[in-house]
């Protein structure tokens, strides 16, 4: 067994990041390292290989990068700090995220920040089916396509598509607002289209400077709930 070290909190930032190679390294030691990290430090790992369950709970203002693709529930339950993937991401990416920021430069597989409270979780490429289901309060900027059932029963925070949404987009959703710059290719039970204001206008442009796009926030269509689902009626029966 490898056994990892933090760094001393007190080390310089000019100190560079610790290195952890995980083709000679367990997850579980690269977890338990990250566990015991302090604020301000810095971490790279290479030779990801797909693996599963990297960089999870995460609790100090920490920034790590991974170098290459991430497996299943990368940056699950992540608190705190930075963690970027350079390459692709697997099921389950940010899962439960409560702060701090995620980004993955490659595709994000299904799922992606499912029921996160908070933070903000940036993919660069496209995302697969149920991007953001269930959230309760994550933000969430997709640099392209997501697939169908994103947003489903998205409870409250913000998801931004710059390209194309799948079939069911926003099922079942309470007070999530959804943009979307592409096609929608159909709304999910209970979710509209709504007016875009100078308020959605504003907050649509700070997400997208926060994910480091120039996308122009007036080529956006804003979408949300209909508010018919919220409480059980006869009327209704059909559409649950």
């Known amino acids: 067994m490898v056994t990892l070290t933090a760094p001393e909190a007190t080390a310089p930032a000019l100190d560079g990041p610790t290195v952890v190679d995980l083709s000679g390294a367990p997850v579980r030691d690269l977890n338990q390292a990250l566990h015991n990290a302090a604020d301000g430090q810095s971490w790279t790992v290479t030779n990801p290989g797909g693996k599963h369950s990297l960089a999870v709970g995460i609790n100090a203002d920490a920034t790590v990068t991974i170098e290459g693709h991430a497996g299943y529930y990368a940056a699950g339950m992540h608190q705190k700090g930075t963690v970027t993937v350079t390459g692709n991401a697997g099921v389950g990416l940010a899962e439960n ?75 079942s959703i309470y007070e999530a607002r959804i943009y979307v710059k592409g096609a929608v290719a159909s709304l999910g039970a209970d979710c509209i289209e709504k007016p875009l204001k100078a308020e959605h206008l504003a907050e649509l442009a700070e997400l997208l400077a926060a994910a480091g796009r120039t996308d122009n926030p007036a080529d956006f269509k804003r979408y949300g709930s209909a508010r018919n689902l919220y409480h059980f009626h006869v009327d209704n029966s059909t559409a649950y």
């Open 97 to 171: 995220i409560m702060s701090g920021t995620v980004h993955v430069k490659g595709d994000a597989s299904q799922s992606a920040a499912a029921t996160g409270h908070g933070g903000l979780v940036v993919i660069d490429g496209n995302a697969g089916a149920r991007c953001g289901i269930s959230m309760k309060g994550v933000d969430i900027v997709v640099g392209g396509n997501i697939g169908h059932m994103s947003a489903f029963m998205a409870q409250a925070g913000r998801l931004v598509v710059c390209g194309d949404a799948g079939d069911a987009l926003g099922d």
